[in-house]
């Protein structure tokens, strides 16, 4: 083999090495944790593969009213716009680690003149005009032969997807904020409607006691009675009503708006029944829980970090070449210039850092093994969150139930006392007393019946409904802005 053959071998053995290098990255490659999760979530049925969540948000909220004043808050609130701005951001940074990929490339330019005249010359223009001229082109490249840079823009990626959870999360709290204000509305209507019937009710009560009273049939014990019934409800108003405004604030801000009342569209929370459906597989809620995949992709993060300072205790190599023209003339720039180039290869490393890098690698491997935990700490609170949610709704069905059956009985024992009073077989204050067991009983199942729907919102968060996945969306358009 001749001299020259051999030298080509040998540039292409380096260069193959070069390459096979390049292809691998010290550190741990990430892998999935695994979180072992029920079979069935605790308070749900029969595990189905259909889920609640998968239901879009205005399958589940079908009163039109409400559905106006989500996609008002989904686009003027201000968290989640907020929380936009921040994922590009993060696409930013993004963007900025994938480009050490790429060698980069500067420009450089000059022009000068200038004149040399002999000293001590008596002639003033004894002298010669000196003009030069160059452009030059540097190109710097970082041989990526430890995955250095591979794992940062690992890390940036992964920082990048994380960013992207938390519009959806907040899109998730916002849906169910709304819903849950809207309900708490619906429910303060019917309290006030229950208060203002029952005042009304109550003030005939103290009117015919105090006739009763001038006309010697009523004592002054019962009339006194009457007038403290009618002051508890009437009480009652005004504590309603400011409720009503503090939820119509809090629901504005939700949407954006400045303080003001909040149009109901004569929705009756009566008319709204829970949906009976199942929660799902508990092995899907850890791919749909934003929360759930934002604490993975920081984990998948901070798993490449740990690569990122290995890295650092190897050589960075880089190869640098220049291009350019040089001319001693500027009229002959184009045509008498002479061109310029090169090419070099540099290699730095750590000799001693005083056990910085020892130190930078025992920080990257603590903040991975914290952000471990904590992802197995968010599955498992999004399993108790289900659970929850499953049980609450169970119980408070079995609640409402029980309350109607209350508000039942007593309307039929207001009703036989005033049938028995009519009848002269019982005095007034019989019907006073059912009156006043029915006022809060009524109350009780607006509540119980407020709750059971604040339930199913909760049920809806808890597994992650309201969002559809849009991470290969995202990720296709990082790639779009490189």
């Known amino acids: 083999m001749s001299v020259r053959c051999r030298g080509h071998v040998y540039w ?37 593969n259909s889920s609640f969540a998968d239901l879009d948000w205005w399958q589940v909220y079908e009163d039109t009213t409400l559905q106006a004043l989500v996609r008002e808050a989904l686009t003027n609130n201000y968290d989640l716009r907020i929380a936009v701005t921040r994922v ?3 696409r930013a940074l993004a963007m900025q680690a994938k480009s050490q990929f790429v060698p980069t490339v500067n420009y450089n330019g000059s022009v000068s003149r ?39 823009n690992e890390a940036a990626r ?29 429910e303060l209507d019917q309290e006030l409607g ?31 009675r009457a007038e403290a019934a009618l002051a508890d409800a009437a009480a009652a108003i005004p504590a309603i009503l400011d409720q009503i405004s503090a939820t119509e604030n809090q629901l504005c801000l939700l ?38 995949r934002q604490a993975e992709q920081l984990l998948h993060s901070a798993n490449a970090q740990i690569g990122e300072s290995v890295a650092e205790f190897f050589p960075r190599i880089g190869l640098t070449a220049l291009l350019g023209k040089v001319s001693p003339e500027l009229s002959a720039f184009t045509l008498g210039s002479a061109n310029a180039w090169g090419i070099a290869a540099s290699g730095s490393g750590p000799l001693f850092e005083g056990g910085r890098l020892v130190g930078q690698y025992r920080q990257a491997k603590a903040a991975r093994d914290e952000a471990l935990l904590g992802y197995k700490q968010t599955a498992l609170s999004a399993l108790r969150d289900v659970s929850n949610a499953l049980i609450s709704r ?60 604040l339930a199913t919102v909760e049920l809806y968060k808890a597994l992650g409904g309201g969002w559809h996945d849009e991470s290969n969306s995202g990720v296709a358009s990082l790639e779009s802005h490189h």
Request: hydrophobic share 40%; charged share 20%.
């Open 114 to 152: 200038g004149r040399n005249e002999a000293f001590g010359s008596p002639f003033p223009n004894n002298g010669s005009t000196v003009s030069s001229a160059a452009a030059t082109l540097n190109a710097f490249w970082e041989v990526d032969l430890w995955g250095r840079v591979r794992r940062l």
């Open 255 to 292: 949407l954006g708006r400045t303080p003001g009342p909040i149009h109901r569209g004569g929705s009756s929370l009566e008319a709204m029944l829970p949906p009976n459906v199942s929660a799902g597989l508990p092995s899907s809620l850890l791919e749909r829980r934003p929360d759930v």
């Open 194 to 224: 229950i208060a203002s019937r029952t005042t009304n009710s109550f003030a005939e009560s103290l009117r015919i006691f105090t006739q009763r009273l001038e006309g010697g049939t009523a004592s002054a014990l019962e009339a006194a």
């Open 394 to 453: 169970e119980r408070l069905g079995e609640s409402r139930d029980q309350r109607a059956r209350q508000v039942i009985a007593l309307e039929t024992a207001v009703k036989l006392s005033s049938e028995r009073y009519v009848a002269g077989k019982a005095s007034y204050y019989e019907v006073l007393e059912a009156q006043q067991q029915l006022f809060p009983a009524e109350l009780n199942l607006a509540r119980t019946q407020r709750d059971q729907l």
């Open 88 to 90: 590009e951001q993060a």
């Open 12 to 48: 292409a053995l380096v260069l193959g090495g070069v390459i096979w290098f390049a292809g691998c990255a010290v550190g741990p490659d990430y892998k999935r944790p695994v979180v072992v999760s029920p079979a069935v979530f605790r308070g749900d049925g029969a595990p189905t």
């Open 158 to 186: 992964a920082r990048f997807l994380a960013s992207e959870e938390a519009p959806r999360g907040i899109r998730l709290s916002l849906l169910s904020e709304v819903a849950a204000d809207y309900f708490r509305l619906l």
